[in-house]
């Protein structure tokens, strides 16, 4: 069939990015969907036979290919293979998932854990059977996508705060009428801006309305408070959110996601949530790895300190250069750019200097807000990152960024 022959909505929805990505390969200017050709320890890939360093991963203190978290994915093939026998609550548990999950809680410093097949479900499902009709969820403007998707398909009553603006998440909750069910849900650390939530206002007005709090911990665990535990333990706040979602793709070189909480609502998570009764359960070797990546976190607390100053370096180093990284203390750092094409050029003069990292351009990010969204980890040398630095400010006095 020939898409091009028909001019109904689909059509120009293919050919609209049809389009933009011919133009971006013409110019150059594509860098998507790389294939890695190998990974060279924690902060280094081959990509198109060309060695570089890695500034775009998630992996944030560097467990990827870790010898302990390797032998736990292979003793879990050897052990129960590769897939399992279907969905978690008929046939698909494995032990290896109720020690993750009692790891996980552990971990948490919650009563109870229960995991999916991604982060992305995670959020989907869980939004989705907590919220419907007639319930009110509050989000902030800023979250991420499977959190949005997951309060949309929840059909409760969706409303929005400016990103961390506190005065605006109490005005929102003072809009909800008398008796409906509210629920407050953010990121801990935001994506694309790399900024802290105000955990401890959020927590005040969710209980002075009475509203459950959800948050989501991707890019928070491993990276927040001093074990790694996130950003309860960041803000010294002990047990006060309600529903504490994280994924195991990131700082956790796996695949999944989870909740932590009250052992009465993972409960009911196990038995109300469409994506544990009829999605397959996580694999053996992934559940294995998650578990023991979650070990050695506590084991190797050097790791913690060292994505910290390596984030705290690279921060430093960009403003010093003149770059706005916008209210970035994490190891996600923002170097914005300004336009899409400003973004497309830094990225491309990054890439020829063999740094591997990525522009986010609209509609990701505001218009006018386009950046490179790097990251540094555990993984890399003080040295790697000025190395970095050098070749950003050189770039962004060429393009005129600074
Ligand atoms: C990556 C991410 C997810 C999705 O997690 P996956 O495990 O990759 O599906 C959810 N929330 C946030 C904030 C994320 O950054």
């Known amino acids: 069939m020939d898409i091009h022959t028909t001019d109904d909505a689909v059509t120009r929805r293919i050919n609209f990015f049809t389009e933009r990505v011919r133009k971006l390969r013409e110019d150059d200017l594509y860098f998507y969907n790389l294939p890695v050709e190998e990974i060279k320890g924690g902060s280094r890939v081959v990509v198109g036979g060309r060695e570089m360093g890695m500034y775009a991963s ?63 479900v995670t959020n989907l499902t869980v939004l989705s059977s907590l919220m419907g009709r007639g319930d009110f969820v509050i989000s902030d403007k800023l979250n991420h996508a499977s959190i949005v998707d997951g309060c949309l398909m929840s059909g409760a009553e969706f409303r929005r705060f400016k990103h961390n603006d506190m005065d605006e998440l109490e005005r929102r909750l003072q809009q909800v009428p008398g008796d409906a069910a509210k629920l ?30 959800m948050i989501d911990e991707a ?53 109300a949530s469409r994506a544990f009764i009829f999605s397959a359960a996580l694999p053996p070797a992934q559940a294995a790895a998650a578990n023991e990546a979650f070990k050695v976190i506590l084991d190797e607390p050097w790791r913690i300190e060292k994505v910290c100053a390596n984030g705290e370096q690279f921060i430093k180093g960009l403003k010093g250069a003149g770059f706005d990284t916008m209210l970035s203390t994490t190891a996600i750092v923002p170097v914005l750019c300004g336009t899409d094409e400003r973004a497309y ?49 050189k770039a962004g006095h060429e393009i005129g960024i600074i």
């Open 58 to 120: 998630y992996s944030y203190l560097g467990l990827i290919g870790h010898p302990r978290i390797n032998a736990a994915a292979k003793a879990a093939v050897d052990k129960f293979g590769t897939g399992t026998n279907g969905v978690r609550l008929l046939a698909g548990t494995l032990t290896l998932h109720t020690e993750l999950e009692e790891t996980i809680a552990a971990f948490k410093h919650a009563e109870a854990a229960v995991t999916y097949s991604s982060g992305y």
């Open 184 to 213: 407050v849900v953010a990121d801990a650390v935001f994506s694309m801006d790399g900024d802290v939530l105000d955990l401890p206002r959020t927590v005040e007005i969710c209980k002075k309305y009475n509203a459950w709090l």
């Open 219 to 271: 890019h928070s665990v491993g990276v927040l408070g001093k074990t790694g535990r996130g950003i309860e333990e960041h803000f010294g706040l002990g047990d006060v959110i309600d529903i504490k979602m994280g994924t195991l793709s990131k700082t956790i070189p796996s695949v999944g996601g989870y909740v932590a909480g009250k052992k009465e609502l993972v409960q009911y998570l196990r038995h």
């Open 345 to 393: 050029k830094l990225t491309q003069v990054c890439h020829h200097n063999d740094l591997f990292v990525l522009p986010v351009v609209s509609p990701a990010v505001p218009e006018g807000q386009a950046r490179l969204r790097a990251t540094v980890t555990a993984a890399h040398e003080p040295k790697e990152i000025e190395y970095a630095l050098g070749v950003i400010e």
